[in-house]
C-alpha cells in the first residue's frame, strides 16, 4: 500500500524557516517524482513545487510565489523528500502535502495526509 | 500560465442525482486533465486522468469527458459519500494549476 506522511509543520515566525519531510512506503520511491501541494486556510489548491527522480537528473521546479525561498530535495536511501521553507512569509500558511507525481507527468496519483505550517509573530 | 475555471461554485444535489462539474481551460491542453476529490479536513484524492481514465478503485459512477479545454466530471448516480469539494487540474505545462473548485452538497 503506498503511504505518504509528512512531518515537521508547526508555529514559524515569518522570516524563519521551517524544513518538511514526506517520508514514503509501499512503493520504489527512486522510480518517482515527487511533488508539494499547499492549501491555505479555507483556499484551494497551489502547486508548490517537485523534484524529478534521479533518472530524470533529479531537478527541480518550482512556482513563482516561492522560487528563490523554497527547496526540494530527495534522500532515496531513505524515502524522504523535503521542503526547505526559508524566509517564511504569512502567506505561506497552509496545510503542505506531499504526492507521488505519476510517470513524471504532474499528474498526483497519491497524497499525504498532510502537514500545517502556520507563519505568524 | 493556463488559467483553470470551474463551474459551479457550488450545487445542492440529492442522492442518486446526476451531477455535472465543468473545468476550463485559458488555452488547450490536449487531454492532460485530472480530477480530485476532496472531503472536509482530509487530502485530496485522485479520481480521473488524462481526462477520462479512472484511477485505480474509483467507482464506475464517475466519470471524465473532453479535451482541449472543455471538460466535464460527471457523477452518474450521487451518493451519500460524495459529498465533497471536487478539483479540476492540467498538467500539460508548468506551473500545474488547479481550478477553484466545485463543492457538491446535500440539497
Known amino acids: 500500500e503506498v503511504q505518504l506522511v509528512e512531518s515537521g509543520g508547526g508555529l514559524v515566525q515569518p522570516g524563519r524557516s521551517l524544513r518538511l519531510s514526506c517520508t514514503a512506503s509501499?512503493?520504489?520511491?527512486?522510480?518517482?517524482?515527487m511533488s508539494w501541494v499547499r492549501q491555505a486556510p479555507g483556499k484551494g489548491l497551489e502547486w508548490v513545487g517537485f523534484i524529478r527522480s534521479k533518472a530524470y537528473g533529479g531537478t527541480t521546479e518550482y512556482a513563482a510565489s516561492v522560487k528563490g525561498r523554497f527547496t526540494i530535495s530527495r534522500d532515496d536511501s531513505k524515502s524522504i523528500a523535503y521542503l526547505q521553507m526559508n524566509s517564511l512569509k504569512t502567506e505561506d500558511t497552509a496545510v503542505y502535502y506531499c504526492?507521488?507525481?505519476?510517470?513524471?507527468?504532474?499528474?498526483?496519483?497519491?497524497w499525504g495526509q498532510g502537514t500545517l505550517v502556520t507563519v505568524s509573530s | 500560465d493556463i488559467q483553470m475555471t470551474q463551474s459551479p461554485s457550488s450545487l445542492s444535489a440529492s442522492v442518486g442525482d446526476r451531477v455535472t462539474i465543468t473545468c476550463r481551460a485559458s488555452?488547450?491542453?490536449?487531454?492532460?486533465l485530472a480530477w480530485y476529490q476532496q472531503k472536509p479536513e482530509k487530502a485530496p484524492k485522485s479520481l480521473i486522468y488524462?481526462?477520462?481514465s479512472l484511477q485505480s478503485g474509483v467507482p464506475s459512477r464517475f466519470s471524465g469527458s473532453g479535451s482541449g479545454t472543455d471538460f466535464t466530471l460527471t457523477i452518474s448516480s450521487l451518493q451519500p459519500e460524495d459529498f465533497a469539494t471536487y478539483y479540476c487540474?492540467?498538467?500539460?505545462?508548468?506551473?500545474?494549476?488547479f481550478g477553484g473548485g466545485t463543492k457538491v452538497e446535500i440539497k
Open positions: 488555452q488547450g491542453i490536449s487531454s492532460w
Open positions: 488524462a481526462a477520462s
Open positions: 509501499g512503493f520504489t520511491f527512486g522510480d518517482y517524482a
Open positions: 504526492t507521488r507525481d505519476y510517470d513524471s507527468s504532474g499528474y498526483y496519483d497519491y
Open positions: 487540474q492540467q498538467y500539460n505545462s508548468y506551473p500545474p494549476r
